[in-house]
Structure formats: C-alpha cells, structure tokens
C-alpha cells in the first residue's frame, strides 16, 4: 500500500465556508498544503501549523513534495475537481511520483451562481472560453441556456460583442465576479445593457455567464421535411415533406418545447417534433385526432420512427374540447381543424397566450378563418405565405412535371389587447 497520500481538494470559491466536510477534514489531516495564491490566502485561517506552497504550476509542486519526506498533502483547486479542473493534469503527475491522489469535490462556480440566481443548471450547456479558441455565439445560438467560464481573449465585453454581432441581441444574460466574495456582483440584462454596465464599471478578467435564449435552434438535430416514403400513410391526407419542412421551421421549436399536432393525420409533423426534442433531450409532443384511422396510423409511425421515447402523446378527440386536461403548449402546429379554426385558436391562447402558432390551409374557407383569427386577435407576429411543390415524372425521355396543390402557411404569435382582441 502507497506510504504517500495527496487529496485534490476542490475549494470551492475559495473561502472556508465553500469547503466541503470532507475537504476540512483532509486539510487538517495534511501535513502540506499546495495551491494557487489566491486560494492559499483565502484559506490562511485553515492552514495554521501546515508547510505552504503557494503555486499552481504542477512541476513547481512535485519538485516542492520530493524534497522533504511528507506523507499527507492537500492540493487546492478552486471550484470542483471535475469541473474544467487543474485535478486530473495533477492526479496524473503526482501518481508518477508515486503519489496516491484522492479527489475530493467541491462547490463548482456553476451551481454557486445558479443557485445564486435561483435557477435549474440540469439542463444548461457548458462552455470553457478560457485558454480556448471558441465561438460563444455560436454555442448560445445553438443551446436555450447556457453557461459560460470566460477568461483569456474572450471576458464579458467580447461576449457581448460577439452576441450582438451574431444577432442574438435579444437573449437575456447574467453576468458574475468574485463570486461568494466580500465584492461578488452579479449581473443581468441584454447583451447592449451588459455592455453599458462594463463601459461604466469594468468587469474582471475571470468572470461567467449565464445567457438564455429563447430562439435557439439546437444543432444536434440536423433538419425537418423527412421523405413522405418514411411514414405509414394509408388513405389519411399527409403533410408533404417539403410543406412540412417549411412549417416546422415556422414553428422554431426548442428544447423543452410542449407541442400540440392538431388533426394529426398521419402524425408526420408530430413525429418530426418528437424526432427534434428527442435529439435535443427535453420536451412533449401531444397529437391530438378525431378520425379513428388516423389515430391508428399516428400511433404506428410514432412507434417506428420514435421507439418507445415517452415525451409522445396521442390524444383522441376533437380540438378545442380535447385539448382539456393537456399541458399549456408552447408551439401548436394546426393541419385540420374541421372548420372550427377560431374556436381552437382561441382554446389554444386561453391556456398559453405566448404560443406559437403555425395553420396550414389549402381551401378558402380556411383561408378566411385565417384572416378572421387575425382580426379577432390582432396577432404582434404574423406572417402569411402560399407555396406550391411541383414534382417531375418521367415520360419516355422527358421529365413532365405534376403540380401540386397551394398551401397556405401562416404564423401567428402574441395576440394584442384592443378592439375585437381577446
């Protein structure tokens, strides 16, 4: 059994109040403590009686330790040992030297700020700007909540900068320094407000973040519109791929999104959102159908296509009515409404008034219920397009093409008080 025993003791933000039990525990067992200055001089009060190195470079350390013929040591690291720590590179270096290392964790700067900020980490994206070549617009764009170690070439400035550059200026950002520090500030408001507040007061080198973005479009999913030959279709009307495609890139859902496939159909659409959050790791899909064929084919092209993922629902009945006992939806893509358009939106608004909304409307009765729910609501975000896909077929030696019906795609969102508005 190894004679010589060094723990890596994640210290938290650097304090004695973030140390763990068991990292109290190991430092007063220690004979020898090394560690960055910063958490050497936090922990001064712990360390009375203990050789001191006050280093962080590993080589420095192990030269230090091979000099004298300690048996206990602690080695310090701020945060956790598992989170972007100097541990492992050390671990590695002191077992060469014969060492047997034991990490012990600590309090990372993620969940003391989220904490602080009375918000869930679970489902936050982690990114280390510090010492590395990265784009963090990029990696916010691509996540609904994220949380940034800054350092280096990128600090709060060039974030906000890179965001706002990027187009993202509408995210939402939280910003911390000196975290459980006598000094710790923390932060929040637009990439253009964080900014401001730097000009005023200068944020430090080593700080992180945490944005939010509601538009983030996850790039572990690839794309929509999969070919209509991948479903199970019998005599059911189908969304067609390319109608599709366009739809639910309309509909810009997001991880965690609660979704509502009304006059299912096949359930082509509700399968590509639950392909989407199913990638994405978060969210509900509910394919709501009336027609007992189409409930049969929805449920089979749910199973083949989506296995037994359990954030997909069918739900038999007619909308609005079938809509009672669901969650409030955040995204409602409506592909039949048998005439009653109005009343479901209106159901639709009742539960969520910030859901986004996409119609697909071939007759022109269901154009004019349309053009009714835009007056009855006064929709903030409204856009309304026709598109038609044509496909060729081959006739001897030509290529004839065979028109497709019009379909109209409308987006609706954020209905307005006023005159004829709910």
Known sequence: MCDKKISIVGAGMGTAEQLT???????????????????????????????????HRTGEIVEFLNKEKWTRAVFLVSGDTGFYSAASGAAAAFEEQGWETELVPGISSMSWFTAKLGKNWQNMAVLSCHGRDVDPADWVRCHRESFLLLGGKIGVRELCAALL?????????????????????????????????????????????????????NAAFCSFGLPDSAFVRGKVPMTKSEVRALSLTKLGLWPGAVCFDVGSGTGSVSVEMGLALKAWGAGQVYAVEKKEEALGLTRVNGERLLGNWKGFHVVPGSAPEAFAGLPAPTHVFVGGS?????????????????????????????????????????????????????????????????????????????????????
Not at 32 to 48: C, D, K, N, Y
């Open 21 to 55: 039990g068991l990292g109290s525990l190991r430092l007063r067992e220690a004979q020898v403590v090394v560690g960055a200055p910063r958490l050497t001089e936090g922990l001064s009060g712990e360390l009375s009686g203990h050789a001191v190195l006050a280093s």
């Open 338 to 422: 048998g005439g009653a358009l109005l009343p479901v939106v209106e159901q639709i608004l009742e539960k969520a008034p910030g859901a986004r909304i996409v119609v697909n409307a071939v007759t022109p009765e269901t154009m004019a219920e349309l053009l009714q729910c835009r007056k009855r609501f006064r929709f903030a975000v409204w856009e309304m397009i026709q598109v038609r896909v044509d496909t060729f077929r081959t006739a001897g030696n030509y290529h004839m093409p065979c028109a497709g019906n019009p379909v109209c795609i409308a987006l609706m969102q954020n209905p307005q008080p006023g005159e004829g508005a709910l």
């Open 165 to 217: 550059e990027g187009g993202l200026s509408d995210c939402r950002l939280w910003i911390g320094e000196n975290l459980a520090a006598a000094e710790e500030r923390i932060e929040a408001g637009s990439p253009e407000q964080i900014l401001l507040s730097d000009t005023n007061r200068p944020f430090g080198s080593l700080c992180c973040a945490v944005a939010e973005n509601t538009r983030a479009v």
